[in-house]
C-alpha cells in the first residue's frame, strides 16, 4: 500500500519570498509522483509530475520538485512567490502498473501575503 | 478541446433518497476514476474504469455506492440511500491510461444530504 504526507497544512509566506511545500511518501514498490494545485473555486489542475530521467522537474509557473529516492521525498519549490500563487496544493503518487490510481496527501494551502 | 464535465455541478438531497452523479471524459480517454474531496478525510479513490470494465473497485464506501460506465465514454456514479456523512465533492478524472499518463479532473459535484 502507499500513503503520502504533507506535514504542513498551512503555509504562509510573503510575496517574493521562496517556499518550499513538502511531501513524502511510502510505497513497497517504484511510483509516479505528482503534484496537483487547486485554485479557489476551480478544479485540480496538474503542476508537474516525475515519471522517470532527471530527478528535477519543472513547471511553467515557476515552480519546482526534487524527487529523492533515498528520503522518498519530492518536496515542491518556488525562489519568488506571487499573490496569484495562492492555492492548495496536493502531492500525489500512484502505482506503475496495475490501476494507475492516485492516493493524495492531505494538501497544503498556500497562501501568498502582500 | 474540451475537458471533463460533470454534472450537476451541485446536488442538494434527503437523507435517505437516491442520486446520480453524471462525468463526461475527454473522448478517446479509456481511463477513468471517480474520488471524494470531504473535510474529514481529504481526497479519496473511489472506482476506476478501463474502457467499461472497472477492475479497482477498492475504494467505495459501503454497498450504497456503484458505479457505471457506457460506451468507453460517460460514467454515473450512484448512492442510495444516501446518508448525512456522503456530503463531499465526487471529482472524476480521465486519463489515456497509459502508465504515467496525466489525469485531468473535472470540476466537481457538490453533494450536500441534508
Known amino acids: 500500500a502507499q500513503s503520502v504526507t504533507q506535514l504542513d497544512s498551512q503555509v504562509p509566506v510573503f510575496e517574493e519570498a521562496p517556499v518550499e511545500l513538502r511531501c513524502n511518501y511510502s510505497?513497497?514498490?517504484?511510483?509516479?509522483l505528482f503534484w496537483y494545485v487547486q485554485y479557489p473555486n476551480q478544479g485540480l489542475q496538474l503542476l508537474l509530475k516525475?515519471?522517470?530521467?532527471?530527478?528535477l522537474v519543472e513547471s511553467i509557473n515557476g515552480f519546482e520538485a526534487e524527487f529523492n529516492k533515498s528520503q522518498t521525498s519530492f518536496h515542491l519549490r518556488k525562489p519568488s512567490v506571487h499573490i496569484s500563487d495562492t492555492a492548495e496544493y496536493f502531492c500525489?503518487?500512484?502505482?506503475?502498473?496495475?490501476?494507475?490510481?492516485?492516493?493524495f496527501g492531505t494538501g497544503t494551502r498556500l497562501k501568498v501575503l502582500a | 478541446g474540451a475537458g471533463v464535465s460533470q454534472s450537476p455541478s451541485n446536488k442538494v438531497t434527503e437523507k435517505g433518497k437516491d442520486v446520480e452523479l453524471r462525468c463526461d471524459p475527454i473522448?478517446?480517454?479509456?481511463?477513468l476514476y471517480w474520488y471524494r474531496q470531504s473535510l474529514g478525510q481529504g481526497l479519496e479513490f473511489l472506482i476506476y474504469f478501463q474502457g467499461n470494465s472497472a477492475p479497482d473497485k477498492s475504494g467505495l464506501p459501503s454497498d450504497r455506492f456503484s458505479a457505471e460506465r457506457t460506451g468507453g465514454s460517460v460514467s454515473t456514479l450512484t448512492i442510495q440511500r444516501t446518508q448525512q456523512e456522503d456530503s463531499a465533492v465526487y471529482l472524476c478524472?480521465?486519463?489515456?491510461?497509459?502508465?504515467?499518463?496525466?489525469?485531468?479532473f473535472g470540476p466537481g459535484t457538490r453533494l450536500t444530504v441534508l
Open positions: 516525475y515519471l522517470s530521467g532527471s530527478t
Open positions: 473522448s478517446g480517454h479509456t481511463a
Open positions: 500525489a503518487v500512484s502505482d506503475r502498473s496495475g490501476t494507475y490510481k492516485y492516493i
Open positions: 478524472a480521465s486519463s489515456l491510461a497509459g502508465s504515467g499518463d496525466t489525469q485531468y
Open positions: 510505497s513497497s514498490v517504484s511510483v509516479y
